[in-house]
């Protein structure tokens, strides 16, 4: 069974810009949350979609955005990048059920100049 | 907010010695679940274990091993004769929705 797959797995962008993320979940999942790991905040959850539909937020500013697809693969986009933005973004999925684990991709790393 | 707390940044053993990591939680939720996962230089965050809120019952899995206190909201987690290839950053997280906690880095030295 295919694992959760992030792309790309490295981006550098410039302040200003906007990038988008990709996630395909474990198959049959129909959870994509989201989270943002620095190593001074460590792992803050960002959203969290299912069946098409943002189930939960974190407390992330509107330049943090993401969807779902039909096929339960997600995007995330960040616009206007910050230095601060810096992080590896790691996307999870799951059956969508609080007592299931998620499984994480291997991330995407992002740096701002 | 209802927290995670690992105290312990990081801990640094040397191989065959038993570790233990320290987790505790804040929820008001009746029904919770509890998680560790494994975080490697490669970055991808690995499941461990899951234990529901109303099963208190200890688990062990080969050297690792899993102690539940509801009376005290901890979920410790011990390695036991530790090995290089436990190096990792290991977090502590609790649904609903998943919180998880600063993490504790985890040397073990040959």
């Known amino acids: 069974k295919a694992g959760v797959t992030q792309t790309p797995r490295y981006l550098i962008k410039t302040r200003g810009q906007q990038v988008t993320l990709s996630c395909s979940p474990i198959?049959?999942?129909?959870?994509v949350s989201w989270y943002q790991q620095t190593p001074g905040q460590g792992l803050q959850f960002l959203f969290e979609y299912f069946s098409e539909t943002q189930r939960n937020k974190g407390n992330f500013p509107g330049r943090f955005s993401g969807r779902q697809f039909s096929n339960s693969r997600s995007e995330m986009n960040v616009s206007t990048l910050e230095l601060g933005d810096s992080a590896l973004y790691l996307c999870?999925?799951?059956?969508?059920?609080?007592?299931?684990?998620?499984?994480f991709g291997d991330g995407t790393r992002l740096s701002i100049l | 907010a209802q927290k995670v707390t690992q105290a312990q940044t990081e801990i640094s053993v040397v191989e065959k010695e038993d570790v233990t990591l320290d987790c505790v939680y804040e929820?008001?939720?009746?029904?919770?679940?509890l998680f560790w996962y494994k975080q490697p230089p490669s970055g991808e965050l690995v499941f461990l274990i899951r234990r529901n809120s109303f099963d208190e019952q200890n688990e062990i899995s080969g050297r690792y091993s899993w102690n539940f206190q509801k009376s005290t909201s901890s979920f410790n987690f011990t390695i036991t004769a530790s090995q290089v290839v436990d190096s990792a950053v290991y977090f502590c997280a609790r649904s609903q929705k998943l919180v998880f906690g600063q993490g504790t880095r985890l040397t073990i030295n040959p």
């Open positions: 999870a999925s799951s059956s969508g059920q609080p007592n299931q684990p998620q499984h």
């Open positions: 198959s049959g999942h129909r959870s």
């Open positions: 929820t008001r939720d009746t029904t919770y679940y």
